[in-house]
């Protein structure tokens, strides 16, 4: 048995939550490979809404095992705030125990590192996302096994602010309080420490038991670390490489790859973002389709389908399909442009440079439609919409195999 995988193919929010939220009644294992609390899925089901952060997406099916793996940092603060939604998740929820802790310093320097930065910042979420995967790459950070040792913990803690002191001074960061530090760590380790455990064995263990198995990641492929926007990428490897080395899986154990993108695109923060419309266009997308940061409440930059970046994105995860959420925004649009092409130093191109604030889009038209809201079939679906729908399979040379035609997870088109 291999596992499948969900992954974003823009720039983030693309609806992950909502897919894998509704796959996750099928599987009997999801499993969180990356990114930290920056991360937002929201969910509704029956006119009730979740926003989980750092839980996996599955955590509503009662049934399912919930893994949180090595590859994410992991906020305790965050994750015990998060878990007070639900009950009984004791033998449903596990986390690594080699999973990096991001701790409160962390988003202290974050903020301040932004600050610093001035017009220069990448426009984080100020969640310390960053400077943990910074400390892990620098073999100074702190995983989540080690709260279950609050004192050796906390001793190597005051150890790491002592060795810079100079750095936290500059930062104006000041050295936590020994005692309500070790109270605080002791605390975690009272709330979430009968969650910690080795889920590598437990994830392989299900594999061969012939389970099934579905991964999800954080953020989108355009915001990877190696093959996003960079430097205006998130710090992890959002791509489907980045489940196996978050969750401890070989590329032999992954099976189905389904790619999330939006019938339009969007962006948080800072970075080229090539279709951005910043028209009344732009704005009625943002307006129409509630674009707005599940954990910052930021407004989203918005703009329209970039099937040159989709197509780029497809190929780089190996999708073999694509979930088109969203579709719905585009109710009551006259027309609707797609991003087909860019022009680059003057010459016209099909794919994507490694920079692409040098790029203008070329846009090509479609016909817009009045009603594909709450659609549950594709012959329900307005003429104009179903032929944008097979223009962005044939654009991006992937097929799509569902459409989400509004927030509600029975809203979805199977194709």
């Avoid at 004791?90 to 962390?106: V, W």
């Avoid at 096994?145 to 500059?170: C, H, K, S």
């Avoid at 674009?291 to 918005?302: P, Q």
Wanted: glycine share 10%.
């Amino acid at each position: 048995m291999r596992a499948d995988v969900i992954v974003g193919v823009q720039w983030g929010d693309e609806g992950k939550g909502k897919i894998v939220d509704m796959l996750a009644q099928q599987y009997d294992m999801i499993c969180r490979s990356q990114g930290g609390h920056n991360a937002g899925h929201t969910i509704w089901v029956d006119g009730v809404r979740y926003a989980l952060h750092l839980i996996p997406s599955g955590v509503l099916n009662p049934k399912a095992i919930n893994i949180i793996g090595n590859g994410v940092v992991l906020s305790p603060e965050s994750i015990i705030k998060e878990m007070r939604q639900f009950e009984n998740l004791e033998g449903r929820l596990f986390i690594s125990d080699k999973a990096h802790l991001n701790l409160p310093y962390h988003a202290l320097i974050d903020q301040a590192q932004e600050r610093l930065k001035g017009n220069r910042a990448i426009g984080t979420t100020g969640k310390g996302i960053g400077p943990a995967y910074s400390d892990k790459i620098n073999r100074v950070g702190h995983r989540a096994g080690e709260l279950l040792r609050p004192e050796t913990l906390a001793t190597a803690i005051q150890n790491y602010f002592e060795q810079n002191r100079d750095i936290f001074d500059v930062l104006e960061i000041s050295t936590p309080d020994p005692k309500a530090l070790l109270e605080e760590l002791e605390g975690y380790k009272a709330q979430m420490g009968s969650f910690i455990t080795n889920t590598t064995n437990m994830v392989w263990n299900a594999l061969d038991a012939k389970k099934k198995i579905l991964l999800e990641g954080a953020q989108g492929t355009m915001l990877d670390i190696d093959h996003g926007t960079y430097p205006y990428v998130t710090s992890s490897a959002t791509v489907t490489a980045g489940a196996c080395t978050g969750l401890g899986l070989n590329p032999k154990d992954i099976g189905k790859v389904t790619g999330i993108v939006k019938a339009y695109c969007t962006r948080v923060g800072n970075g080229p973002f090539p279709s951005e419309d910043t028209t009344e266009a732009g704005e009625r997308l943002g307006k129409q389709g509630h674009e707005f940061g599940t954990t910052t409440g930021r407004a989203r930059r918005c703009g329209w389908f970039d099937a040159v970046a989709c197509r780029y994105a497809s190929r780089l995860n190996g999708c073999d399909e694509l979930a088109l959420m969203k579709l719905d925004v585009l109710d009551g649009f006259d027309e609707i442009k797609v991003c087909v092409a860019y022009e680059y130093h003057g010459e016209i191109i099909h794919y994507l440079p490694s920079n692409l604030e040098d790029v203008t889009p070329i846009y090509k038209t479609f016909a817009g439609w009045q009603k594909s809201e709450g659609a549950r079939n594709f012959h329900d679906l307005p003429p104009a919409a179903q032929e944008y729908v097979k223009a962005i399979e044939e654009m991006t040379q992937t097929k799509v195999g569902m459409i989400s035609t509004s927030p509600d997870r029975n809203d979805t088109i199977l194709m």
